[in-house]
T-cell receptor
Framework: SAVISQKPSRDICQRGTSLTIQCQVD?????MFWYRQQPGQSLTLIAT?????????ESGFVIDKFPISRPNLTFSTLTVSNMSPEDSSIYLC???????????????FGAGTRLSVL | RKEVEQDPGPFNVPEGATVAFNCTYS??????FFWYRQDCRKEPKLLMS???SGNEDGRFTAQLNRASQYISLLIRDSKLSDSATYLC???????????????FGTGTKLQVIP
């Protein structure tokens, strides 16, 4: 399994500001994933972050709002830009478990960032 | 229809009871299935993978029914510590990197009562 460190663990932000969330993995991984979990909802994939290329965004999410960096195989950042109260959510970083034996589809998550926008 | 559907609950059961959750999925081409557990204000963690032949891990039994497109999770002899939200996860699509993308259900909340 992968050990994922995510920070900050929580933040309270003012409308119109931006927050950058960091995700550090203890091993090299090809892809990292960013999810959002709104209160009472399930996890929604925001984007897949590939090292050395542009992130791939899911429908409803755009780079201008959620820019992602992936400078190396163990680190990624997600920025929530020009925040509004609707962005209040838990943001989770995730990686896949491995490359074979069925483990490739198991996902491990960081502890999440609980964001509240006032 | 949602890709993955679960009864949100809550399921309130006494300690020692047996409880079962079902999850239905819409994509017949789905290839991987999991149950995750999410404690309150924590991240999801893998509980168990679900194999075609069914599998058991202690008090937990998972089943897959491809014909009816559902998976189930059975918990026997419920403990207070089993109280959590159980997320059904289905892998159905391949992305450009060759990995399946996974879809999460909204979760079923279980509360085990003393």
């Amino acid at each position: 399994s992968a050990v994922i460190s995510q920070k900050p663990s929580r933040d309270i932000c003012q409308r119109g500001t931006s927050l950058t969330i960091q995700c550090q993995v203890d091993s090299q991984v090809t892809m990292m994933f960013w999810y959002r979990q709104q209160p009472g909802q399930s996890l929604t994939l925001i984007a897949t972050a590939n090292q050395g290329s542009e992130a791939t965004y899911e429908s409803g999410f755009v780079i201008d709002k959620f820019p992602i960096s992936r400078p190396n195989l163990t680190f990624s950042t997600l920025t929530v830009s020009n925040m509004s109260p609707e962005d209040s959510s838990i943001y989770l970083c995730s990686v896949k478990g491995g490359t074979s034996g069925g483990a490739e589809n198991i996902q491990y998550f960081g502890a999440g960032t609980r964001l509240s926008v006032l | 229809r949602k890709e993955v559907e679960q009864d949100p609950g809550p399921f309130n059961v006494p300690e020692g009871a047996t409880v079962a959750f079902n999850c239905t999925y819409s994509n017949s081409a789905s290839q991987s299935f999991f149950w995750y557990r999410q404690d309150c204000r924590k991240e999801p963690k893998l509980l168990m993978s679900v194999y075609s032949s069914g599998n058991e891990d202690g008090r937990f039994t998972a089943q897959l029914n491809r014909a009816s497109q559902y998976i189930s999770l059975l918990i026997r002899d419920s403990k207070l510590s089993d109280s959590a939200t159980y997320l059904c996860v289905v892998g159905s699509r391949f992305d450009s990197g060759g990995y399946q993308k996974v879809t999460f259900g909204t979760g079923t909340k279980l509360q085990v009562i003393p």
